[in-house]
């Protein structure tokens, strides 16, 4: 999960909260909003970090609207999931989809992201028991094929930091900081996939040599 910074709100969503009776259902500019998401969010999920665009995503109250309906049309509470396998087996189900009008504590606007914490095999956790239950009981985001696709990433960002070097040789500091810098900014308005995954990994692998320590 990557710290989403909040941009300013659609001037039509200032417009439309103003009026009387007005609500989320009753919003015409679904589109542009979906446009505002997307670029503040680099076009990756809000909790797993896939890919995501206008056809394929879903617009996720971190609030929900059942509980909160106050909350409804606070641009600060509006957020641009995946679909989350929507349709499949609840167990199969991920993100907003899985999360439905579940309450939690952990907020991608929040600095406790950084909390999260990812193993080798691609397993998301936290050494905090309620944020990790966030991240598997409310979130699922530890599902099969997520945990393959943080698996995947950082495969091939090892194989391509060996490759310039060798096998035998160390990763250069200057590459590392290279990598992680193209990790962490966007590349034509868009996010790698998966970014977070990769910027943790080189993090602790060399906080030693990048100044951490």
């Known amino acids: 999960m990557k710290q989403i910074e909040k941009s ?11 009026k009387i009776h007005s609500n989320y259902d009753n919003y015409p500019e679904k589109d542009e909003l979906r446009d505002y998401l997307l670029k503040e969010q680099g076009q990756i999920c809000c909790y797993c970090m896939q890919r995501i665009s206008k056809e394929n995503m879903k617009v996720e109250h971190w609030q929900p609207q059942s509980k ?6 606070d641009y600060q509470n509006l957020l641009a999931a995946c679909r989350g396998n929507e349709g499949e087996p609840k167990h199969l189900q991920h993100c907003d ?3 439905s009008e579940q309450e939690m504590i952990l907020n991608p606007l929040d600095k406790l992201i950084k909390s999260i914490k990812y193993r080798k095999d691609g397993r998301i956790y936290s050494d905090d028991p309620n944020i990790d239950q966030d991240l598997n009981k409310i979130l699922n ?6 945990v393959n696709n943080r698996a995947a990433i950082m495969d091939d960002v090892i194989q391509n930091l060996t ?3 060798g096998n035998k040789a160390d990763w250069a500091v200057a590459h590392v900081k290279r990598k992680i810098q193209q990790y962490e900014t966007k590349t034509a308005g868009k996010y790698h996939p998966y970014c977070q995954v990769i910027i943790y990994f080189l993090n602790k692998r060399f906080a030693q040599e990048l100044g951490y320590f």
């Open 68 to 73: 909160y309906p106050e909350k409804q049309l």
């Open 97 to 99: 989809t899985h999360k």
């Open 8 to 18: 300013k709100e659609p001037a039509s969503l200032l417009a439309h909260r103003k």
């Open 141 to 146: 985001l530890n599902t099969q094929t997520l």
């Open 163 to 165: 490759n310039l070097k």
